[in-house]
């Protein structure tokens, strides 16, 4: 079975700065990714999600971006923070039979 | 687009008892998947159990059931023997077989266990 990775699992960061937050995957292959925010006490978001290395689609339009450089890996990035930023950031990937998604732990993302 | 609605912001149970969680979706579609996650306050979402829309059937995982009404686009959990580990927020989600196949949530039911 797939096991998710999240790193950093806390951050916090100035307004204006970048940001990379990673995600690996353990366990499958060719797994769909996505990136997913939860804001304090709301349900998730869909951000990005990603059906093959290089193939990025968004969701929502915002100062975030998000690549897949290597087929397990997905990274969500900025270039300047904004307050509104901050939230809880999960990685999601889709087991054997894409059907069906399963989380990482997530990244606790507060900008000050 | 797809929405998701779960009415109960918050509900609690005895302990041994059970309790059932309220979800109701809206779509235009006949081939999808719902699902329930749990997320404890670790804040990791956790698949509890998922239903696919062409089976009749209600899906079961231990003390976990659903009760699926397709023409009626509820989708219920049911947990039985409440243990104080299923303390979590419940969230319901939705999952079309088309396009990015995302995940709709609802907004989520916080479930407290009194002992």
């Known amino acids: 079975s797939q096991t998710i990775h999240q790193w950093p699992a806390t951050l916090v960061q100035p307004v204006g700065s970048p940001l990379s937050l990673e995600c690996t995957v353990e366990?499958?292959?060719?797994?769909?990714l996505y990136w997913y925010r939860q804001a304090a006490g709301r349900g998730l978001q869909l951000l990005f999600y990603s059906v093959g290395i290089g193939q990025i689609s968004s969701e929502v339009p915002q100062n975030l971006s998000a690549s897949r450089p290597q087929d397990r890996q997905f990274i969500l990035s900025s270039k300047k923070l904004l307050l509104s930023d901050s939230g809880f950031y999960l990685c999601a990937c889709t087991g054997s039979a894409y059907d069906t998604q399963y989380f990482g732990p997530g990244t606790r993302l507060t900008v000050l | 687009a797809q929405t998701v609605t779960q009415s109960q912001p918050e509900m609690s149970v005895q302990e041994a008892e059970t309790v059932t969680l309220s979800c109701t979706y809206d779509?235009?579609?006949?081939?999808?998947?719902l699902f329930w996650y749990k997320q404890p306050p670790s804040r990791q979402m956790i698949l509890v159990i998922r239903q696919e829309a062409y089976k009749q059937q209600n899906a079961t995982e231990n003390r976990f059931s659903v009760n699926f009404q397709k023409a009626a686009k509820s989708f219920s959990l049911k947990i039985s023997d409440s243990q104080l580990g299923d303390a979590a927020m419940y969230f319901c989600a939705y999952r079309t077989n088309f396009g990015n196949e995302k995940l709709t949530f609802g907004t989520g039911t916080r479930l407290t266990i009194i002992p």
């Open positions: 779509t235009s579609e006949s081939d999808y998947y």
């Open positions: 366990g499958t292959s060719n797994p769909n």
